[in-house]
């Protein structure tokens, strides 16, 4: 019991005994014993009934406090067991080798002109999806793929795009995702046994972004994404990749773009997205 419930107490008993003196000495002498101990009896039997239920209102308080100290202990705890989960479980990656970029395969585009889903496409920033499925032969849809590594945790599981800008010498291309919830597909190349991330563009024809019969001489990419662990912890940033040394494939007129340095920084701290028992 704190010092302040205690001094409480002691006082409302102080008070019982104060009045019972008072009573006593207020009594006339020629009444009988027995009302006389009835009076008093009935006073200090008010007295304890209140002290009694001050005490019991003290020790109720009193345990109120301890359970909110309690909870609050309890959040605290589960706050830094969070904090230990995220930071031994965030997932970063970062991207390698080459940047290809290429037409996507006329039977995957054909499906895409039944389907009409949009959500693993970006599209140019400006373009109106709504056109695009009205005039669908008035865009190409190309495909980028870059090699990933994870540099920091065990695997990724999932990497979402906000933002995908590409730049030349003389202009930048921002991409914006279709749907809200864009995350790109994420494929194993047997072949190079690694991983790698799809990325599907929507570009109007008559746009300087991609012309096919010549090298894009594109200088620059930077990404604005979030890298989702496995166990659900987010990390966002962006990452910066430079090119050089452009080269168009004869096999199938894909430009490849050799990563010569890249960069990522991240913005805030990492995130608990779902609900993890840890």
Same mark, same amino acid.
């Given at each position: 019991m704190s010092l302040r419930n205690l001094v409480i107490l002691l006082s409302a008993f102080t008070i019982v005994i104060v009045g019972l003196f008072v009573v006593s000495q207020l009594m006339p002498g020629d009444i009988i014993q027995t009302s006389t101990f009835q009076i008093l009896s009935n006073v200090l039997s008010l007295g304890l009934v209140l002290s009694s239920s001050l005490f019991s209102y003290l020790v109720m308080k009193q345990g109120k406090t301890s359970s909110?100290?309690?909870?609050?202990?309890?959040? $605290?705890?589960e706050s830094f067991r969070n904090l230990q989960f995220i930071a031994s479980n965030h997932t970063i990656v970062d991207f390698f080798d080459s940047?290809?970029?290429?037409? %996507?395969?006329? @039977?995957?585009? %054909? @499906?895409? $002109?039944?389907?009409?889903?949009?959500?693993?496409?970006? @599209? %140019?920033? /400006?373009?109106?999806?709504?056109?695009?499925?009205?005039?669908?032969?008035?865009?190409?849809?190309?495909?980028?793929?870059i090699p990933i590594r994870v540099v920091v945790g065990n695997a990724v599981s999932s990497i979402q795009f906000?933002?995908? $800008?590409?730049?030349?010498?003389?202009?930048?291309?921002n991409f914006v995702p279709c749907s809200g919830n864009f995350h790109a597909l994420?494929?194993?190349n047997d072949e190079e046994k690694r991983q790698e991330v799809s990325i599907n563009l929507i570009v109007n024809k008559d746009s300087e972004f991609y012309t096919t019969d010549i090298i894009n001489p594109f200088t620059k990419i930077k990404l604005n994404l979030t890298m989702h662990?496995?166990?659900?912890?987010?990390?966002? /940033?962006?990452? %910066?990749?430079?090119?050089?040394?452009?080269?168009?494939?004869?096999?199938? /007129?894909?430009?490849?773009?050799?990563?010569?340095?890249?960069?990522?920084?991240?913005? /805030?701290?990492?995130?608990?997205?779902?609900?993890?028992?840890v």
């Open positions: 909110r100290s309690s909870a609050d202990a309890n959040a $605290r705890a940047l290809l970029i290429f037409i %996507e395969p006329e @039977r995957y585009v %054909e @499906r895409l $002109r039944q389907t009409q889903d949009f959500k693993f496409y970006m @599209r %140019e920033k /400006g373009i109106d999806l709504e056109d695009v499925k009205e005039n669908f032969d008035n865009y190409f849809f190309l495909t980028v793929k906000r933002k995908f $800008r590409l730049d030349r010498a003389d202009k930048m291309h994420i494929l194993y662990s496995f166990l659900g912890v987010a990390v966002t /940033g962006w990452t %910066e990749l430079y090119f050089t040394n452009p080269q168009k494939l004869e096999k199938d /007129g894909t430009n490849k773009y050799k990563i010569n340095s890249s960069q990522f920084q991240i913005v /805030g701290l990492p995130t608990l997205d779902n609900s993890v028992d």
